[in-house]
């Protein structure tokens, strides 16, 4: 499994942070490659199931997700259910003192964090059309650099639209494989 973990602060509370990060459907807002979200069950909290469809390069591809589990204002977590072994969460902390570098008008800060692990090799190749002559080994190692950047432009535009307007946000961005 890799692992990928992109964090930042923002400048609100964290209750504000959770209920704008529990709107699943917004982030095709975010994301090149996320074209729909469609909630099949639920209200949001766990239990909640959704068919994510992206497209990238001549691919579309759609998984279905869970949210496993929510603890607020610090934790959604989720699960790919179909299609993918994947799975992750949101971690939303709030912190105690503001940054040094925090903005004049900034009166809260919490860290958030994005989290997820995936084995790209684990995609249902019956529900990808590959292009004729193209195997799911050569796209796999393409994938992969495109799910790093495309989680730093989610967190980066999630921030923005927080925020109220977009700013150079300082990421943190761990992988492991």
């Known amino acids: 499994m890799d692992e990928l973990v992109v964090s930042t602060v923002v400048y609100l509370p964290a209750r504000e942070v959770y209920d704008f990060l529990v709107d699943f459907p917004r982030y095709t807002k975010y ?3 996320l074209r729909n979200v469609v909630r099949r069950q639920g209200d949001g909290g766990a239990g909640t199931r959704y068919a994510l469809r992206f497209a990238w390069w001549k691919l579309t591809y759609t998984v279905e997700s869970a949210v496993t589990e929510v603890d607020p204002p610090e ?3 989720w699960e790919i259910v179909k299609n993918l072994d994947a799975g992750g969460r949101w971690r939303i902390e709030a912190l105690d003192e503001l940054p040094d570098d925090a903005p004049d008008e900034a009166e809260a800060a919490s860290r958030v964090s994005f ?3 995936y ?3 684990s995609a249902n190749e019956r529900s990808v059309d590959l292009p004729r002559f193209v ?3 050569w796209v796999v190692d393409r994938i992969k650099p495109a ?3 495309e989680a730093e432009r989610l967190v980066e535009r999630v921030v923005a639209d927080l925020e109220g ?3 150079p946000v300082d990421l ?3 992988r492991r494989s």
């Open 75 to 77: 934790r959604i977590e």
């Open 115 to 117: 989290e997820v692990t």
């Open 172 to 174: 943190t961005v761990e």
């Open 147 to 149: 799910i790093t950047s």
């Open 165 to 167: 307007s977009p700013r």
């Open 119 to 121: 084995d790209p090799g």
């Open 135 to 137: 195997s799911l080994g």
């Open 31 to 33: 994301s090149k490659h």
